[in-house]
């Protein structure tokens, strides 16, 4: 078993739907992190968390640390948004990895 | 200022050769990061600098590799008699002492 689990792995949506993506660790954590990875392109750190919630624009990014569990949430999601959105937890210098979750916003 | 940069961006190289990977990190970033994505496969961890000590190389998957960093900036991720396994995506990432970690845009390595 994976000490990262992401969910789902592929998600397919419609311009303007509210999307989830959610991510379970067993390993201990000082952060969780977010990441952006576009097809062909470099990663981009969306987020990093280590409790309670954040908000970038149209992102927001929750964190339970009883239940080691973190959500991602896109609002008013836009094909732009397609990507693979990957979570990571751990300590300050060393990061497990989820699978990634590839998201296909359609218009 | 400049992001993290890497170089190559793209590397061929035939099996059994020695390949040489460069990470500059973003200026006055003490920690830097090597991870690797291969096909199909999530980011996994390689080693982590802290200046120019690398306090974890558990991550290096054999005796193969080593990375060094001079200097508290560059640093080399060198793959010793490569074998077509590590065909991949070498990423490296910088950070200052808090905060988010900057990746840069990777190499990607064919081992033919």
């Known amino acids: 078993k994976n000490e990262v689990e992401q969910s789902p792995q592929n998600l397919t949506a419609q311009e303007g739907e509210f999307i989830t993506i959610n991510c379970s660790y067993s390993v201990g954590i000082s952060a969780l992190h977010w990441l952006q990875q576009h097809p062909g392109g470099g990663i981009v750190s969306l987020f990093m968390?280590?409790?309670g919630k954040k908000k970038h624009g149209r992102l927001i990014a929750t964190i339970n640390i009883q239940e080691k569990h973190s959500s991602l949430h896109i609002t008013a999601s836009h094909p732009r948004d397609s990507a693979v959105y990957i979570c990571a937890a751990g300590s300050n210098y060393k990061l497990t990895f989820g699978k990634g979750t590839l998201l296909t916003v359609n218009p | 200022g400049a992001g993290v940069s890497q170089s190559p961006s793209n590397k061929v190289t035939e099996k059994g050769k020695d390949v040489e990977l460069r990470c500059d990190p973003i200026?006055?970033?003490?920690?830097l990061y090597w991870y690797r994505q291969s096909l199909g496969q999530g980011l996994e961890f390689l080693i982590y600098?802290?200046?120019?000590?690398?306090?974890?190389k558990s991550g290096l998957p054999s005796d193969r590799f080593s990375a060094e960093r001079t200097g508290g900036s560059v640093s080399t991720l060198t793959i010793q008699r490569t074998q077509q396994e590590d065909s991949a995506v070498y990423l490296c990432a910088s950070r200052e002492e808090e905060g988010t970690q900057y990746f840069g845009p990777g190499t990607r390595l064919l081992v033919l």
């Open positions: 600098f802290q200046g120019n000590s690398a306090p974890d």
């Open positions: 200026s006055g970033h003490t920690a």
């Open positions: 968390l280590s409790s």
